[in-house]
Structures are given as C-alpha cells and as structure tokens.
C-alpha cells in the first residue's frame, strides 16, 4: 500500500500541547427575563462539541425547539412552572438529556434573577453562634466531588480575630455546593491572621486529573479542619499563638451596590440587597463563566452575609462560543482570579464585534480525541484524530485514508531581534510536511 508521509520536526517545548479539561455537567439555566416576556434558557457547550454539534430544547417533556447551534434560547412562552432539559446533537445523533430544571425562583428588589447559596452560622470554638463577627469575601470555584458540578469556597474573616486578648475567633474558610449544602469549613487559628488577607488566600484545581479538584491554601499552628460528620483535624501545635497587640483590622468590605457599565449603553446591571469587598478593591466574591452559556456570572454575597448570590445574565446573544471554562488560560485565571490583588479572567483568544472577531478558536483539549503518536499511522475512521507531538516525530497516512477529522496541533514559533547585550539564538526548524 503506497503511503503518504508527514514528517514534524519539533525542536522546542510543545506549548500547545492538548490539555485535559474539568468534565462539567451541561450548567442548564432557566431565569425570567426582566423587561420582558418568558424565560431565557441556557447551557454549556463543551470544547469537544466545537464541531458538527447542535442542540435540541425540551420543555416539559415536549421539544419545545431542535437543530439549535447556539446556547441560549428565549423562551417567549414560558413561565415558572417550565422544567427544561437540553440534548446534544453529534453528527446527528442525539445524545443523552441533561437532568431538567426549573426557572430560579429568587428575584431581588430590582427585579434580577439569583440563584442564593445560603451559608451556615460561623462558629466560635466554644460552639457559640458568632456570625455577626463573620463576612463573606473572595470565593474560589471548582468541582470538588466529581459530579460536574462547582463547589463554592468562600472566605470568612472575623473582625475580632486580631484582638489577641480573645482565644476563641479566627478567620474561616467554607465550602459549599449549589445547593447550600457546607461540605467542610476550616478555622485558620490565631496564627493566620497578622498582615493582609491574601496569606489565606485559597485556590482549587484538579491537579492529579482524577475529576476532582483538590484545594491549596496556607495554613499554620493551630488550624483547625471541620469534617461534616462533626469530626475535626488539627494542624500543629494548637498552643501556639503569635498575634500581638496594635494590630489595625481593616474591614473586608464596604457597602455598596453592584454597578456595572459598558461603554455606549450605561448601566445595565444594579444588583438589590448586596455587598462588594476588599475596601478600594470594591469587587464581587467572584466573577467568571460558572454556568449557563458561555456569559459570566457575578457571584455577589448579601449585604447581612447570610447568603452568596449568582446573578447570571438574562439577555439573549446570537453567537456560539464554548464554555469559557474550556479555555486553559481562562481556566487559569479563574483559579488565581482571589490569589493576591483580584484580577477577572481572561481568555487566550479575542472577541470584537467592531473587528468582526465573533467566533472563539477550536478549545485546546484532548477530550475525546484518538491520538495519533509517533510511528502511528493516520486511517479511514469515525473518531477525530490528534496529532500533537511534544518531540521529533514521524506519522503516516494511509493511501486513501478518509478519517471523520485530524486535528494537527504543532508548536510554532515568533521571531525578534535580541538587543545589543544579548546573544541571538539559531532559528529553529520549522515544521515540515512532506506529502
């Protein structure tokens, strides 16, 4: 059999090697739409649905709508008692239903849509209800249990936590589901608490890929884990105390209602009943493509602390873009968004109406995809083929090969000028392709 030969030359680090993704569930969204009629609906595309895939709307158990290629659909029609379920359409199969839900229920006083997370009380470690001493600030987003669903990490300081003449308050850290359910919260303990806020700061990813993310923050003598059966932890030394008197406390937020803007069209968002953080900073808990379409949701927290709220958009959009989740760099972001001086995510690729920019790139990503390795051979087949090398590597094409798709993922290069004081490198290889 004669065959066609690739040859890729790779003489640098793969940076655009494919990447595993977090495995989310669809994020199905029903809100009512302020300002008008029904609901709006909305869902995730996955970054391995990026080619040949619609969606198919049921409500009530009906099709309500098929062959949508976008994520989000205004159902003029519908009302509270809707219960919605999305299908996936690959290559014209249509996949499994997503579980079914109803409209949010919650509307606050300027009529947006929320879906609340309500916290439980904040305890002193005599079991005393100390939640008026709590506030509730930045809050880290993964999916801790592997259901496809975000967990909800959020941080509580204590403005009595600095007084070293009290041995009972400390800084806290919860976790919570969508459902309001706490899963665990940790007491920093007293030596968690000079300088700013950021040295308990916590991020959360799935580094060991196992579908569950893990969670990393500082901790220090006298912290303290709580398990939800009641069982605790203990970290260190628990006699250890390194507080001092003259400490200045500064508080964790402000009040102040939720404003944001856009150039052109003033305000189109003022949330009812909440609070920002971190003084100056004045931003929400957290902000970021959490559910739903591909739009980013405010994570804001009530003005009384009880509860955070997601206020997700309402507004319907015409363009197909894949969860921004999906994006590694975006995905990066949300991890470090509470790390520090907070800073929203961004994505590595760029959107513009005025450019014309209206369609994001294929997601980097191996999910779903058969590779192709070095000495493999690329054939007649229904899978979509990846070809991404990190080294020198031969591939062969088979004579008359006719796969679904090949996805070739080979590093590149940008060229400059060193400087006077520096040593300019050899060009590399670029890659090659003989056919």
């Known amino acids: 059999m004669k065959l066609f030969w690739l040859l890729l030359c790779v003489s640098c680090l793969s940076v ?3 990447r595993f993704m977090d495995k989310l569930d669809r994020g199905l969204v029903a809100t009512s739409r302020p300002g008008a009629s029904g609901n709006l609906v909305s869902w995730r595309i996955f970054g391995n649905e990026y080619y040949d895939v619609t969606y198919n709307l049921y409500c009530n158990g009906s099709l309500l709508q098929s062959g949508l290629t976008v994520s989000n659909y205004a159902h003029t029609s519908g009302n509270a008692n809707s ?6 359409v690959a290559r014209g199969v249509e996949q499994e239903k997503c579980a079914p839900v109803k409209r949010w229920e919650h509307i606050d006083g300027a009529n947006n849509p929320y879906w609340p997370i309500p916290v439980k009380p904040a305890y002193d470690r005599n079991g005393k209800d100390a939640s008026s001493h709590y506030a509730l600030n930045d809050v880290s987003v993964a999916d801790l249990t592997g259901d496809g669903k975000l967990e909800f990490i959020v941080k509580r300081p204590c403005d009595a936590a600095v007084d070293p003449a009290q041995k009972i308050m400390y800084h806290h850290v919860d976790c919570y589901d969508i459902q309001g359910n706490q899963l665990w919260w940790i007491d920093m303990g007293p030596n968690m608490i000079d300088g700013p ?4 700061d916590v991020v959360t990813f799935d580094w060991d890929m196992d579908g569950k993310a893990e969670v990393l923050f500082r901790r220090a003598d006298g912290t303290v884990i709580h ?5 605790t932890y203990e970290i260190g030394n628990m006699t250890v105390d390194t507080r001092w008197a003259g400490i200045e406390y500064t508080p964790s937020g402000i009040e102040r209602e939720c404003i944001v803007l856009k150039s052109g069209r003033g305000r189109i968002f003022t949330s009812y009943g909440c609070k920002m953080n971190n003084w100056t900073k004045n931003q929400p808990c957290f902000s970021g493509d959490i559910m739903g379409d591909w739009r980013e949701e405010l994570v804001l927290r009530a003005g009384d602390n009880t509860e ?3 206020y997700p958009t309402t507004i319907p959009t015409e ?3 894949p969860t921004l989740w999906h994006d590694h760099q975006y995905r990066q972001g949300m991890m470090w968004q509470c790390m520090g001086y907070n800073q929203p995510a961004h994505t590595s690729f760029f959107l ?10 294929p997601p980097v990503i191996n999910t779903d995809r058969t590779m192709v390795a070095n000495g493999g051979q690329i054939t007649t087949t229904d899978d979509h083929l990846l070809v991404s090398p990190d080294e020198d590597a031969t591939v062969s094409i088979a004579n008359g090969a006719s796969p679904y798709m090949v996805t070739f993922n080979i590093p590149s290069w940008t060229q400059g000028q060193a400087g006077s ?3 300019a490198r050899p060009e590399p290889v670029p890659p090659i392709i003989n056919v």
Not at 83 to 88: H, L, S
Not at 197 to 200: F, G, L, R, T, V
Request: without cysteine; hydrophobic residues 30%; glycine residues 8%.
């Open 421 to 423: 004081n520096q040593t």
């Open 352 to 361: 513009g109406e005025l450019e014309g920019i209206t369609q994001a790139p």
């Open 308 to 310: 955070l709220r997601i």
């Open 16 to 18: 655009n090697a494919q």
């Open 319 to 321: 363009y197909r873009i």
């Open 227 to 231: 398990y939800p059966d009641g069982s």
């Open 197 to 200: 806020d950021e040295q308990w």
């Open 83 to 88: 219960v919605y379920e999305v299908a996936a």
